[in-house]
């Protein structure tokens, strides 16, 4: 087996040398539609303490990825499959940026590269998304700092009431019911 599954939505790799192929793909589209947070990653980096971290994460578009912020770290990533819409927030909360992506034959943004320690959150369009992201590790969870004007992902009316109101401001139209993460 080239991944080893650590968790319901995490594979990592075990080679020296990471490849993936279209095979590959599929079972983890398949651990984001059974996962709670309806998200999955293969990780190519070994462990959290690496200090470069590339991942193919799949999003489903019930996935609620709640606005965030690392200090110290730039973060970049792809589109390779589906669509989705990033956005990028000031301190307070209000929208500072509003980036539509697609994968490269979409014709929309298919990379970019937040290089500072401002608020984003990433909205998957209309079924699955699947991205490359990097960042700088090591991944230390404390270190990621969570918007105090999102809501908690266990907070699922608020999540609702929150994408629904971010969404109408963006002028987006998601599809999707979010699920409890």
């Given at each position: 087996m080239r991944f080893q599954r650590t968790s319901e939505e995490v594979l990592v790799a075990r080679d020296r040398i990471?490849?993936?192929?279209?095979?590959?793909?599929?079972p983890l589209s398949e651990m984001a539609a059974r996962s709670p947070r309806r998200r999955a990653r293969l990780c190519a980096h070994t462990a959290s303490s690496?200090?470069?971290?590339?991942?193919l994460i799949a999003l489903d578009g019930a996935s609620y990825v709640r606005?965030?912020?690392?200090?110290?770290k730039s973060e970049s990533f792809h589109v390779i499959a589906g669509s989705l819409t990033v956005v990028v927030f000031h301190d307070?909360?209000?929208?500072?940026?509003?980036?539509?992506?697609g994968d490269y034959q979409s014709g929309r943004v298919f990379y970019y590269r937040l290089q500072d320690a401002a608020y984003h959150t990433v909205l998957p369009l209309n079924g699955q998304a699947l991205i490359h992201e990097t960042t700088n590790g090591p991944f230390e969870p404390g270190q990621t700092e969570f918007a105090p004007w999102a809501p908690l992902a266990e907070d699922l009316d608020a999540v609702q009431d929150y994408l629904r109101d971010l969404s109408q401001a963006i002028g987006l139209d998601r599809l999707e019911e979010v699920v409890p993460s």
């Open positions: 990471v490849k993936v192929a279209r095979e590959d793909v599929a690496n200090p470069l971290h590339e991942m606005p965030h912020r690392h200090h110290g307070d909360g209000t929208i500072d940026e509003v980036i539509p992506m």
